[in-house]
């Protein structure tokens, strides 16, 4: 069974662009949740989606936003980028909310 | 404020030499509590669930308990493909139906030949 894919897994903006990232879920779940990830704050949540819907956000700025669709992709949005918003952001996905949560490898952000 | 946090921040043992992990919790009830290894560069690993106080899961030399404020993972006789950070995380029962994770700063473990 193919695991969580991410993309892209690597990425360069600068300051003041948006970026999309990408999640597609394990085949056949239908939870997904998005991490970020920083030497100094760890893995912090970003958001939960179930069936389209967001389940619940993390203490995070306007500026990070996010969507599931009805196969159960998902994609997150980060506007107006910031040097702070490097990072490696991480997608889970599980059977459903609450079940337990596979990641996938990352997308690498770097804003210069 | 539901939290986690993981000791040692960083181990250094021996090949074979066996030790355990730390990893205490406060949450407004515990709906679940989940071990993850990451290696550098990758996304974290799933590893085990436990649910309950006096659980215990395990998987080749590795085994976590549980308790009503902290979870260990014990390794026996590690070897150098132990190394790798090991992430603890909690799911809290709340009000609100969520599988939202939070996450210990995790240990970073190293096992020398």
């Known amino acids: 069974k193919a695991g969580v894919t991410q993309t892209p897994r690597y990425l360069i903006k600068t300051r003041g662009q948006q970026v999309t990232l990408s999640c597609s879920p394990i085949s056949g779940h239908r939870s997904v949740s998005w991490y970020q990830q920083t030497p100094g704050q760890g893995l912090q949540f970003l958001f939960e989606y179930f069936s389209e819907t967001q389940r619940n956000k993390g203490n995070f700025p306007g500026r990070f936003s996010g969507r599931q669709f009805s196969n159960s992709r998902s994609e997150m949005n980060v506007s107006t980028l910031e040097l702070g918003d490097s990072a490696l952001y991480l997608c889970?996905?599980?059977?459903?909310?609450?079940?337990?949560?596979?990641f996938g490898p990352g997308t690498r952000l770097l804003v210069l | 404020e539901d939290q986690v946090t993981q000791s040692p921040e960083a181990l250094r043992l021996q090949e074979g030499e066996s030790s355990s992990l730390n990893c205490s919790y406060t949450v407004s009830g515990l709906r679940g509590l989940f071990w993850y290894r990451q290696d550098p560069g990758k996304g974290p690993e799933f590893l085990f669930t436990l649910y309950s106080a006096g659980e215990e899961k395990e998987k080749e030399r590795l085994k976590a308990t549980l308790t009503k404020k902290e979870s260990f993972l014990h390794i026996t006789a590690p070897k150098p493909e132990d190394s790798a950070t090991y992430l603890c995380a909690v799911q809290a029962r709340g009000s609100s139906n969520t599988g939202k994770l939070i996450f210990g700063q995790g240990t970073t473990l190293q096992v020398k030949p």
């Open positions: 889970a996905s599980s059977l459903g909310v609450g079940e337990t949560q596979y």
